[in-house]
């Protein structure tokens, strides 16, 4: 019997129609096969996932497999976004084991959840030196019946060896300049200066190092780290990877120039992309910054916001050719037949060279990624915005890819602090709206009465799985962002909860260390603990931030010494492997810089006011943290205490318990904000 049809996730329901008799993963699973006797074979997906749409449907939706699977196994499948810690524990162990990872995961278990054998994607017939997925299943069925010590003694090891794994945390001491200064080096030797980022192919959008790149160069005047920032973000925004049509990034470009993506579109890049590019804007002035930060928010409200005002996890990579055939990048792809069929020759000629469409093709089958590359021909711009209008509407009458509607309260907390930040620096109140509504919604339903989280909703229900490290970072992260923009306290009271929970839960007191789950969550083999950063920022270090912020915003002093403690592992990591360490640089970079706080004291409405607080908000001192309201308001801490100056607005610039006389002039705050700390 599969028992998927009731969960919340759409990739487990994306399999509830399978002929597998799949299990979620629960204790009455582990029970079943040690009931029956029988291995757990372990499947770990994503919706989104390509390949893991490819397996099930040769492998999970094939009844001879399904078969085999039911006599011979109990079948766990697992949504990697829904159960992170599950996820961590097992494909730590499958890189350990085979030096690679990747999703699909496919790994066997027995019933006491011990791992005794690996792999990821599996074809149904050997291919490539590969061992087909029947192949796999008749030798580990085998293995269980005939060799049962040996599986014993092998997942025995493992196990044993992945609890005795043990992090260097650095020390107690903070990161200083010369840290900072190591990764900045290690970053410029692995810099594609031809072609912007870091590494060869695939190549990521690496957003958390470009926010270090950014801050280190408002820091220090670093004129490298700004133009390995400037050109990476145009090189992106210029290539496949950013839907030129509808705004949006995909997940990765599969070659080293941004030319083809993998088409999938992730909530977690757009947030973190969409705040790149409006922080790229604060501190350049890029008019291209300022229109992709734009349109990649309009891209989240516009393609993946729910009825209930959060925002859906993912759109799929594939979608129907029009043919009935699901095909990877169908949506987005052109030719040039089918930009004459929408334009006419005229203006399909001039959408072919604006977006470099050829006869041969970018993709497959003669088909073109749209991009924008530099060129010498100046193009009318009135004319090029309609095209796009035309090739956008005439896109939208396809086949859409599916959307995979989970709300994820980490990533939900990335787009709540995107949105709010955006909206604030290009006066567009409607994104500070969206980012409300999707802070409602995590109060409302992914919160209980004791301010704890939920990873997961779906369609307003609220999923069974407790909320991890980072969900409790990147929401209070989010909220801070919020009481920054709208200087509403309840925004800074509700971090302030979640932050709490961190203290007690997730922090190991005698280290400072940081654990992904919380001391009373469920016990796994392990107790995932991972401060890299990867796709996101990691738990470790997106705690820190917000640990370091609303210690900032309230003077809570055990919430400084927890960030503090928690950046000794940037000390260690941040020289040797900067790339993924980039968001704990970049709180390294905020502390370095104090960080400032910053309290502009006026009446709502008030224009001088208002000139102060947007001057205070575009200030590029890395993660200043702001505070506006009324004269003696109690909204925020910030405020107290904080008078007008001869019956004016005023602002207010504290760093490292020293304050500066208060301004009212918005250029003074400017200039203040936009300095170096010498």
Known sequence: MNRLAHETSPYLLQHADNPVDWWPWSAEAFDEARRSNRPVLL??????????????????????????????????????????????????????????????????????????????????????????????????????????????????????????????????????????AGALLGLTRDYDAARGGFGGAPKFPPSM???????????????????????????????????QLGGGFARYSVDRDWVVPHFEKMLYDNALLCRVYAHLWRSTGSELARRVALETAEFMVRELRTVEGGF??????????????????????????????????????????????????????????????????????????????????????????????KVVAAWNGLAVA?????????????????????????????????ARLVRTSKDGRAGAHAGVLEDYADVAEGFLALASVTGEGVWLEFAGFLLDHVLAQFTDAESGALYDTAADAERLIRRPQDPTDNATPSGWSAAAGALLSYSAQTGAEPHRTA??????????????????????????????????????????????????????????APGAVVAVGAPESDE?????????????????????????????????LRAVLNGRNT
């Open 43 to 180: 499947s770990v997906g994503y919706s989104a996932c390509h390949w893991c749409h490819v397996m099930a449907h040769e492998s999970f939706e094939d009844e001879a497999t399904a078969a085999y699977l039911n006599e011979h196994f109990v079948s766990v499948k697992v949504d990697r976004e829904e159960r992170p810690d599950v996820d961590a524990v097992y494909m730590e162990a499958v890189q350990a084991a085979t030096g690679q990872g990747g999703w699909p995961m496919t790994v066997f278990l027995t019933p006491e959840a011990e791992p005794f054998y690996f792999g990821t994607y599996f074809p149904p017939e050997p291919r490539h030196g590969m061992a087909s997925f029947r192949q796999v299943l008749e030798g580990v069925a085998s293995a269980w019946s005939d060799r049962r010590d040996e599986v014993a003694e092998v997942a025995g090891k493992i196990t044993r060896d992945l609890a005795e794994r043990e992090m260097s945390f650095g020390d107690s001491r903070v990161p200083g300049e010369e840290e900072l």
């Open 209 to 243: 190092v470009i926010e270090f790149l950014l801050r280190h160069h408002a820091r220090t005047g670093s004129e490298g780290a700004l133009q390995m920032a400037v050109d990476t973000c145009e090189r992106m925004a210029r290539g496949g990877l950013y839907d």
């Open 312 to 405: 859906a996890s993912a759109l799929d990579a594939d979608s129907d050719d029009g043919t009935g055939r699901h095909v990877e990048g169908a949506y987005y792809v052109w030719t040039p037949a089918r930009l004459r069929e929408v334009l006419g020759d005229a203006d399909a000629d001039f959408a072919a060279r604006c977006f470099g469409v050829t006869e041969e093709g970018t993709f497959e089958e003669g088909a073109s990624v749209l991009q924008l590359p530099r060129q010498e021909e100046v193009f009318d711009a009135d004319r090029l915005a309609s095209v796009r209008e035309r090739l956008l509407a005439a896109r939208d009458g396809r086949p859409a890819p599916g959307r995979d509607d």
């Open 418 to 450: 995107a949105l709010a930040e955006t909206g604030a620096y290009f006066d567009r109140p409607d994104l500070v709206e969206a980012a409300i509504g999707a802070a409602d919604l995590l109060v409302r339903l992914h919160m209980d009465d004791r």
């Open 563 to 620: 960030a503090e403690r928690a950046l000794g592992v940037v000390r260690a990591l941040g020289p040797r492997a900067p790339r993924f360490i980039g968001w704990g640089l970049a709180v390294a970079e905020a502390l370095l810089d104090g960080p400032r706080e910053v309290a502009v004291v006026g009446e709502a409405g008030d224009p001088a006011a208002t000139a102060l607080r947007r001057a205070a908000l575009l200030g590029t």
């Open 636 to 668: 925020l801490p910030l405020l107290a205490g904080r008078p007008l100056v001869d019956g004016k607005p005023a602002a207010y610039v504290c760093r490292n318990f020293v304050c500066d006389v208060p301004t009212t002039d918005p250029d003074r």
